[in-house]
């Protein structure tokens, strides 16, 4: 990583070692996810190199816990507010 980048900085795209421990799994493991379809796949950016667009795997974790899900029960709840109905 750049000597210009804050400590903390996290960065958008990650390597499959890097998104295998966004994920809290083994590379092995986050190589089934993506063949499974459960984890994004790399982008097709890098020459020779696999990188992993950290949104997507955000996106994809979130479907996985329902977050998804709640977020439209929330906007629903704050519709019928703004509205009057609730």
């Known amino acids: 990583m750049s000597k210009n980048l804050p400590e ?9 070692s890097q ?9 092995n493991t986050f190589k089934k996810l993506v063949r499974d379809g459960v984890a994004p796949g790399p982008l097709p950016i890098a020459l020779g190199r696999l990188v992993f667009d950290r949104e997507q795997q955000d996106r994809a974790i979130n479907a996985l816990s329902g977050e998804k899900a709640k977020e ?15």
């Not at 998104?19 to 590379?27: D, E, K, Q």
């Not at 439209?72 to 609730?86: R, T």
């Open 8 to 16: 903390n900085f996290i960065p958008r795209l990650l390597t499959i």
């Open 72 to 86: 439209a029960d929330l906007d629903a709840e704050l519709a019928e507010f703004l509205h009057g109905k609730g």
């Open 19 to 27: 998104a295998a421990a966004y994920w809290a799994v083994s590379r």
